[in-house]
């Protein structure tokens, strides 16, 4: 019995150390705290972003719409006109690429046609990449 029980925890904070790996920001946030957060995100977004990217489907704008993007693979939206940069870089969009990219795009990407964004400052990008991860659902 005490076996089991063992194993049992042994399970259960591996898994635990799985989750927090995939979410460090969200850990131990309250629902609270994690809707606080998209907030600031989107507040960041219709700052720094929304002005050439949407998100929707079905209308993008001068950028392409941002729906998805995490576990999309770039310059993969039918229809919207890539530089070849983008096409061809091979990114597959994940937390750790989407931060570079706001932080220094075109030294990520020197042909990109995106203008270039620095958010340099580690808040910000989280706020930015938490509200991604929430249109991404
Ligand atoms: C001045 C307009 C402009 C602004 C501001 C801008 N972008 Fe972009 N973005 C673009 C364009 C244009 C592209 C396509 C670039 C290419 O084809 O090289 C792009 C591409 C992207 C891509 C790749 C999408 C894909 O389908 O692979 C991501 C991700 C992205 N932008 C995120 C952002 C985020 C996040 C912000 C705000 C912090 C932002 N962009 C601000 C114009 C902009």
Redesign the pocket.
Known sequence: MIKIFKLLQIVLLSSFGFLGLLSSASAEMTPAGQEALVKAGET??QH??R???SNDMKHPS???P?KN?LG?K????TG?N??D???NSG?V?NEEK?RE??KD?KSV?P?????H?G?TDKTEQDF?LTF?KHISK
Do not use: D, E, Q
């Open positions: 960041m977004y720094r972003c002005v050439c990217h001068y950028g392409p941002l993007i999309r770039a310059g993969s939206v919207f890539y530089s940069a983008l096409k990114i969009w989407l990219w706001i795009n990407m042909g990109t046609r995106m203008r964004v958010i930015i991604l």
